[in-house]
């Protein structure tokens, strides 16, 4: 439970105890034993079971009031409560760049909506009217995704080039940036974090805390942030989005934008917001198995191959975390390796605003062991 706070129950929902409660006061009022087979016995059990449901329903509804246990619309009622409202579905934004096949000599006007495609189901819709001058071939211009959500981030420059909606003179068309900013609906997680921190909104951005609140506003892809000061007068904020990716100069500029609002940052704060330094790490290692789990060889790589995907993953999710490599002998041995030969990597320190990605991987099979 976040903050040490106890698990707490409304109401004991414990099958059992209902079912002896029942008995008992049955038996006691009419001075009757019942055997286990008795019919009355069996009806009480089935009032019992009712009853025991009802109050796994009042548990659960007196929760929902309750910052640690609210979900869904429950959760949102409680945001309202500290101004805090759940980030929607974002598009995904890149710029692209339209070639005229020659040089016209009045103004071409490419509509706002002309769409293209990387292929499949995904569609970007030009933002806004787009006018070649007199004698150019080129306009660039800003599109997003037709449809919301993160399937249409990561689309890397030059994949967005077929055109949907061709106009007079066209020639090619293809995006020069990479498509990003697209988000789901703000799942309950990450929403429940916003609104713990929403107090720290009613400061300026001053505290580090308030700076951490605002930048996660930007874009529900956000999952941690650091903020730091490497000289007076100076705030740092390096934003990391879901599953450890880098955040790209739009989604920069977005937490600048709304970080560096007069109105919430202090007259005397330089904002600056910049992608976490990545610190790259390589993973070298041999695992060994009990020989009585050989039968098992098959099954037990793919546990120990999940296991290291998932500790690759743990490193780069959370900025300043040090590559720790008996956390991944853990998870190895967890997977039911008997032991690790760990040469790559060695633990190593890492500080504000550092991320560990890993670069190259050697994973070998040293053989069976006795106990």
Known sequence: MANNIP??????TATSDVENYVITAYQEQTGRVLAKGDPVRLLLLSIASMLAQERVLMDQSAKQNLLAYATGDFLDHIGY???TTRLPASRAKTTMRFMLSAPRDKVVTIPAGTRATPGGDVFFS?????LVAIGQTSMEVAAESLTEGSGGNDFLPGTISQI????PWFQSVTNLTVSEGG???ETDEPFRQRIRQAPERFSTTGPEGAYEYWSKTASQEIMDVAVYSPQPGVVKICPLLTGGEIPGQALLD?????CDDKKRRPLTDKVQVEPPEVIAYNIDLTYFLYKEDIPLKGHIKKQVDAAIEEYVLWQRSRIGRDINPSELVKRIENAGAKRVEVRQPAFKELLIPQIAVVKESSILYGGEENA
């Open 7 to 12: 698990e707490i129950q409304f109401v004991n």
């Open 126 to 130: 030009t933002l806004e009217d787009a």
């Open 164 to 167: 949907v909606d061709p106009f």
């Open 254 to 258: 977005e937490v600048l934008s709304v």
């Open 183 to 185: 988000a789901d609906r």
């Open 81 to 83: 409560l500290v101004d």
